[in-house]
């Protein structure tokens, strides 16, 4: 069935570091990828997402490219800040295979200062 | 609108006690769906309407378990007879598609 692996954490960078998230996906379809962000005691709030092989979704300095030969959607940022602590969840919805979103299971992320 | 809103934010029930949680989706937004979450874990499916038709439950949906939407609106989630493994963070979220899906602030859950 479908699912999503990401890398396990947690993940501590300095202030203004580079970070990589890895997330792979399993789907027998043409899934929609998506990054969510969970702040402490809050819900999920949707990052960026992208529908199709090829596309790169990105907001707030985040970015990901759906790359469809390498199942791959990873989370990018070229320089991190403290207020990107959180945990980060990895993502599919695949119309083909049913009416729900699988996630993986969330990096949590640390940004020093 | 404010986005999808959950009632109560905490619950801190006894073993055996029956609780409700209440969801509101965005106004527009045709599908609900419910995910339980619990520490460390990303969220987990557990049943998703269509309106007011319930479409689909997750085997994680035990017997215990009921949910409705009687309108196509609001969302009630319903757990009997509580265990401690009930205890986590019960999520819901809406969607006009299979898009994205916008979630609200969740529902934790106790049982002690």
């Known amino acids: 069935g479908d699912s999503v692996t990401q890398m396990e954490g947690p993940v501590t960078l300095s202030e203004e570091a580079c970070l990589t998230i890895?997330?792979?996906?399993?789907?027998?379809?043409?899934?929609?990828l998506f990054w969510y962000v969970q702040y402490p005691g809050e819900g999920l709030q949707l990052l960026l997402k992208?529908?199709?092989?090829?596309d790169k979704g990105s907001n707030k300095g985040f970015e990901a490219t759906y790359r469809k030969e390498t199942t791959s959607f990873h989370l990018e940022k070229g320089s991190v800040q403290v207020s990107d602590s959180a945990v980060y969840f990895c993502?599919?919805?695949?119309?083909?295979?049913?009416?729900?979103?699988?996630f993986g299971t969330g990096t949590s992320l640390t940004v020093i200062p | 609108d404010t986005g999808v809103s959950q009632d109560p934010r905490h619950k801190i029930t006894k073993r055996g006690q029956n609780v409700t949680f209440r969801c509101d989706p965005i106004s527009e937004h045709n599908r609900l769906y419910w995910y339980r979450q619990t520490l460390g874990q990303g969220p987990e499916f557990l049943t998703y309407?269509?309106?007011?038709?319930?479409?689909?439950k997750s085997r994680l949906l035990s017997d215990r378990f009921s949910a409705e939407r009687p309108k196509g609106s609001f969302s009630t989630l319903e757990i009997q007879r509580t265990e401690q493994g009930d205890s986590a963070m019960y999520l819901c979220?809406?969607?006009?598609?299979?898009?994205?899906?916008?979630f609200g602030q969740g529902t934790r859950l106790t049982v002690v």
């Open positions: 309407f269509q309106n007011e038709a319930q479409l689909e």
């Open positions: 993502a599919l919805s695949d119309l083909n295979t049913g009416n729900q979103f699988y």
């Open positions: 979220a809406s969607s006009s598609g299979l898009v994205w899906a916008f």
């Open positions: 992208a529908t199709k092989a090829d």
């Open positions: 890895n997330c792979t996906y399993t789907a027998t379809g043409y899934p929609s």
